[in-house]
């Protein structure tokens, strides 16, 4: 009877490391196309690149098709509850083709903007999925940044610049805390530690302009504040 117990609670312990690894799995293997993924999303930010961009969306679109016919067929358990994984998985082939095309015919802002959709549709999955990762903390503070440096872009007066920041500063910084709660850290923490407390300078003095009032120089310092954001954005693996 003893022997019994011991087989069967083997037998459960193996059945619940298997559940457990199979989205440790899927991270794994959707380390190298989401990589190359973030490369073909900066690359096609500067028209310069684009030769450069082509390829990375070359590796893009291969290694995502690999990926996706692996797992729409075995969806990990944490997307069950999405009854089209499968389509959504694959989605980002069909993107990377789309940006392809754009790319080939000069037209690399658009190829960016298409690609756009892939960071969407990995968030929105993970978050239905009651899935915190800090990719996701990136998204939600590259969403505050674009509105943050879009209106203090528009700012005419003195005054423009400094009801930005008493509008949105406080949420802004605090977008770019919440970063540092993000569980799934301990892969990258060389080098988050010094890119968050670099990335939060930045962001503090950019602040900082617009609470002057100072237009001119927070957008000088935007550039700083976008750098700082990608930096982070790139060391994630998910």
């Known amino acids: 009877m003893k022997k019994i117990i011991l087989l069967f609670l083997a037998g459960v312990l193996c059945a619940g490391a298997a559940q457990a690894s199979e989205y440790a799995a899927f991270t794994r293997d959707l380390v190298q196309p989401y990589d190359y993924y973030k490369k073909s999303l900066s690359l096609t930010s500067k028209k310069e690149d684009a030769e450069k961009a082509k390829v990375a969306i070359a590796s893009f679109i291969d290694t995502w098709d690999k990926f996706s016919v692996t797992y729409a067929a075995d969806v990990p358990k944490p997307f069950a509850g999405i009854s089209d994984f499968p389509t959504r998985i694959k989605r980002p082939v069909a993107v990377g083709r789309q940006a392809a095309e754009y790319l080939k015919a000069g037209n690399v802002g658009r190829a960016h903007t298409v690609l756009e959709e892939v960071r969407y549709l990995m968030w929105e999955m993970r978050v239905k999925s009651g899935i915190v990762s800090l990719s996701d ?102």
Do not use: C
């Open 137 to 238: 903390k990136a998204n939600d503070f590259h969403e505050a940044m674009e509105v943050v440096l879009d209106h203090a872009a528009d700012a005419k007066e003195p005054e423009d610049a400094q009801r930005v920041f008493e509008r949105y500063g406080a949420w802004f910084l605090i977008k770019w805390d919440d970063m540092a709660n993000a569980p799934d850290t301990a892969s990258v923490k060389k080098d988050f530690d010094p890119a968050f407390v670099e990335g939060r300078k930045a962001v503090v003095a950019y602040l900082d302009t617009l609470k002057q009032g100072d237009a001119a120089a927070a957008k000088k310092l935007s550039g700083s504040v976008k750098g700082a954001y990608k930096k982070v954005w790139m060391l994630d693996n998910r």
